[in-house]
C-alpha cells in the first residue's frame, strides 16, 4: 500500500529486486531513421585541444623543480625584477641569488580572467610552459621568469601557428638579452 499515513509518512509498497527485462530501444530503427542524414550518422571525434592549439599531445610538462609556485616568488620577481613587454605577453624576470642551489630557469605563468574563462586560460598556460620547455636550453639559467598573457593572446594563439608563438616568446627573451641564439 502507498500512501501517506496520519502522520504524514510515506508507506512504501513491495517492490520487486529482479531486474526487469531489457526494454527496446526508443530511437527509431536504421531503415526508418531521418532521410536527411546520412545512414547510421554518427558525430565526428573533436581534435584534442593540443592539436587545434598547435602543440603535441605528448609532450612533456615543465618539471616542478622549474616551476615558480610560491606566491613570495612570484612577487619578488614583479618587484625587485624587470620586465619586457610584448604585445601579447609580458616577461618579467629576476636573477636568482647563487646561494639558492636552484637549476635552470623557472617559469611562472600569470593569465588573468579577463583573458577569458577558465578553458580558454588554461589553454594558454598549456601553451605558455611548452613553449618555455622548448626555449629552456637557450635561456638564462640563473633566472627567475613570469610570462603574463594579455586579452588578445587567445586569438593569437588560435590564429597562428606553434612557429609564430615560439617566434613571440623568443622575441621577449631577445629584448631582454636573455636568450642564447643558435646559430
Known amino acids: 500500500m502507498v500512501g501517506l499515513t496520519e502522520k504524514g509518512f510515506f508507506l512504501e509498497a513491495y517492490i520487486s529486486a529482479k531486474y526487469q527485462e531489457k526494454k527496446e530501444n526508443p530511437r527509431l530503427p536504421h531503415p526508418h531513421e531521418h532521410q536527411g542524414r546520412t545512414p547510421c550518422h554518427q558525430t565526428q571525434a573533436r581534435k584534442g585541444q593540443e592539436e587545434a592549439i598547435g602543440i603535441g599531445a605528448a609532450t612533456a610538462p615543465v618539471d616542478k623543480k622549474h616551476r615558480l609556485t610560491r606566491s613570495a616568488d612570484f612577487q619578488r620577481v614583479y618587484r625587485q625584477g624587470k620586465s619586457v613587454a610584448g604585445r601579447h605577453a609580458v616577461l618579467y ?10 637549476d ?7 593569465v588573468s580572467k579577463k583573458v577569458g574563462g577558465a578553458v580558454v586560460r588554461n589553454q594558454v598556460k598549456r601553451v605558455l610552459k611548452e613553449v618555455f620547455r622548448e626555449c629552456r636550453e637557450r635561456i638564462a639559467a640563473e633566472y627567475d621568469y613570469v610570462i603574463i598573457a594579455r586579452h588578445g ?3 593569437f594563439l588560435e590564429k597562428s601557428g606553434h612557429d609564430e608563438v615560439v617566434a ?8 631582454a638579452n636573455l636568450i642564447q641564439e643558435t646559430d
Not at 104 to 110: A, D
Not at 169 to 175: N, V
Open 168 to 175: 613571440m616568446i623568443s622575441d621577449l627573451f631577445r629584448r
Open 104 to 110: 635552470g630557469p623557472r617559469l611562472g605563468v600569470s
Open 93 to 102: 624576470y629576476f636573477e636568482r641569488n647563487e646561494e639558492s642551489g636552484d
Open 153 to 155: 593572446l587567445p586569438d
